[in-house]
């Protein structure tokens, strides 16, 4: 009940594509949902959050879609840049433990010039 | 820089030595966790303080695993008797006040990449 569950575990788009990885989970009591952005060699570094309580959120070229009966959400990048070449981890925490966040297994996403 | 720092940056360690890793959160923030993160794995949470006292430290694998934070800053992860399976980065973030949700970001130091060989 702790997973999220992310897909897919690599993915490749052409520059000016659109990413999409997914996400799923199942511990209803998660109440938070932010999507981390990792460089090799660097820790993680948060790039866009939502909540349950709105469908969407969108920050420039990211945006989180968010189903909650389903209990899947998912980031879409738009244009995809080299520079977004990195690996991108959703992750989770709620009400009962706010502090701790339960990641993904992470997505390797390469944007190809 | 005002970011989160760990050091070292890389330990190479035998079986069966003890290690410290070590973590400077934030200034001026009271929230300290500690991740795990194996190869093309996500970070896994080890233990989380609250000021100077471990508020939970339920994903910590075993008793071999201990961390302090004696002043409410700098915390140390420290690790006994060594195995191979302890091999990772150890990543530590730190948020202002620990409430997590979208008004408590956790900002992530680097990571120690720990090898025992």
């Known amino acids: 009940q702790q997973q999220v569950k992310q897909s897919p575990q690599s993915l490749i788009v052409q520059k000016g594509g659109i990413s999409i990885i997914n996400c799923a989970y199942e511990?209803?009591?998660?109440?938070?949902f932010p999507w981390y952005q990792q460089f090799p060699g660097k820790g993680p570094a948060l790039l866009i959050a939502?909540?349950?309580?709105?469908s969407e959120k969108k920050e420039g070229r990211f945006t989180i879609s968010f189903n909650k009966s389903a209990k899947q959400f998912s980031l879409h990048i738009m244009d995809s840049q080299p520079g977004d070449s990195a690996t991108y981890f959703c992750?989770?925490?709620?009400?009962?433990?706010?502090?701790?966040?339960?990641f993904g297994s992470g997505t390797r996403l390469l944007v190809r010039p | 820089g005002a970011g989160v720092s760990q050091t070292p940056s890389n330990k190479v360690t035998e079986k069966g030595k003890y290690v410290e890793l070590r973590c400077d959160p934030i200034?001026?923030?009271?929230?300290l966790y500690w991740y795990r993160q194996s190869l093309g794995q996500g970070p896994e949470f080890l233990i989380y303080?609250?000021?100077?006292?471990?508020?939970?430290d339920s994903g910590l694998p075993n008793d071999r695993f201990f961390a302090v934070r004696p002043e409410g800053s700098v915390s140390t992860l420290k690790i006994q008797r060594t195995e191979r399976g302890d091999s990772a980065v150890y990543l530590c973030?730190?948020?202002?006040?620990?409430?997590?949700?979208?008004?408590?970001?956790?900002?992530f130091g680097p990571g120690t990449r720990l090898t025992v060989l």
């Open positions: 992750a989770a925490n709620g009400m009962d433990s706010s502090y701790k966040l339960i």
């Open positions: 303080f609250q000021g100077t006292g471990a508020a939970d």
């Open positions: 511990n209803t009591a998660f109440d938070y």
């Open positions: 939502i909540r349950p309580d709105v």
């Open positions: 973030a730190s948020s202002f006040s620990g409430q997590g949700g979208g008004t408590d970001t956790q900002y």
């Open positions: 200034s001026g923030h009271t929230a």
